[in-house]
């Protein structure tokens, strides 16, 4: 048992490609209002499987589409939705006949994602929720749920049996590790124990078996943090918020990955209005990678099986971006220690090649000092387009701005007064 307290998962090409993309997709994206949408509106099975089971027809799903989408966004991962807390599976199950083949779809959504996202380059991740809505053993609890309120819980729970619905988990789990080739991470949602038992956490999921069983199967595999053991998983993973450094647990930085959505919602929502912009999320992306994070950012398509156009915009601007930056992103990490940029600024750091990326999220005007770097640096340019950056200018502003700054070893660089036309300029630093 000892090997599986320790973080064996393959982490090097993740904190190399630190760009993925999230689905979230199921029975949910038809009311089209939220994933949680069953235990926000408290709706029962017969009304919830009624209604949309028999309609789940993604007659457009192509996911050719989706992963050229991602490619182009600049993303290097894909982490799926496989069955979310609607307990809805994606895949051709034989633990379940609550699955796409049984639906409209008539088909396995899954295999076809994994073999199109391979095509284009990118690792393969699935996501898997311990939370099940659906499944007969999985107990109700006053959390969580469509009938976490609802007076007939006891009634309901009559019979249940969590051991089995535990076993049911493994199974898939298996069916998953084991039917879809190397699959590169497995993220699981979510534990919620709570001091008093009425919760749900690793007794209720059997955690530990289920971390065996991953482990026997495929003992590389990036596993997330949320099956409530303090051991075992390899990645952090903070949720809809940017951390204010990096991450750490126990006193040392640990591999970590944001998620974050669009709007807020990580199912297709058609109606919310809270949605990022490119600049935002570009700026979202650069700050994860200089606190050594992964950004896993998330698309909830359509019932019809398409990423709506406000997603694709959004993709669409942060590959713009990308293709001339991304020498900023992938494969760096945070600056050399002690190096702190200065205010409106992010600086990321390719250590293998001694370049330093300063990422100016506020265009100054003319002058940029950064402590630290005198005599250090060999070069600079801006990033979009390779234009010299002059190092300790000569011209007379330059000469009293410096003469007005009191760094410590400070260098003082010399930019155009406009800022160059992208969403977040660049000036990469070659360090000598
Ligand atoms: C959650 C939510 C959820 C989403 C997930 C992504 O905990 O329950 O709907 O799938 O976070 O991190």
Known sequence: MSDLRAASGDTAWFVHDRFGLFIHWGLYSLPARHEWVRHAEQIPTEEYDGKYFPRFDPDLYDPEVWAKAAAGAGMKYVVVTTKHHEGFCLWDSKLTDYKATNTPAKRDLIRPLVDAFRRHGMRTGLYYSLIDWHHP?????????????????????????QKRYAAYMRGQV??????????????????????????????????????????????????????????????????????????????????????QTFSGSWGYHRDESSWKSVDQLVRMLIDTVSKDGNLLLNVGPTGRGEFDQRALARLQGLGEWLRRHGRSIYGCGPAPDGLVAPGDCRYTYDAKNRRLYLHLFAWPYKHVHLDGLAGKVAYAQLLNDASEVKLEGSDWTTQNAKEASNGKDTLMLELPTEQPPVTVPVIELFLK
């Not at 075992?232 to 940017?242: R, V």
Request: glycine fraction near 10%.
């Open 137 to 161: 053993d999985c107990v109700i609890d006053p959390h969580i749920g469509p009938y976490r309120a609802s007076p007939k819980r006891e009634e309901l729970n009559r019979g249940r049996d």
């Open 174 to 259: 298996e069916e998953l590790l084991t039917g879809y080739g190397d699959i590169d991470v497995l993220w699981f949602d979510f534990s919620y124990p709570k001091p008093d038992g009425s919760g749900k956490g690793k007794d209720d999921w059997e955690s530990e078996q289920l971390l065996e069983t991953v482990r026997r199967l495929r003992p590389g595999i990036i596993l997330n943090d949320r099956l409530d053991l303090p051991h075992g998983w390899d990645i952090k993973t903070p949720e809809q918020y940017q951390p204010r450094e990096r991450v750490t647990f126990e006193g040392k930085p640990v591999v970590w990955e944001a998620c």
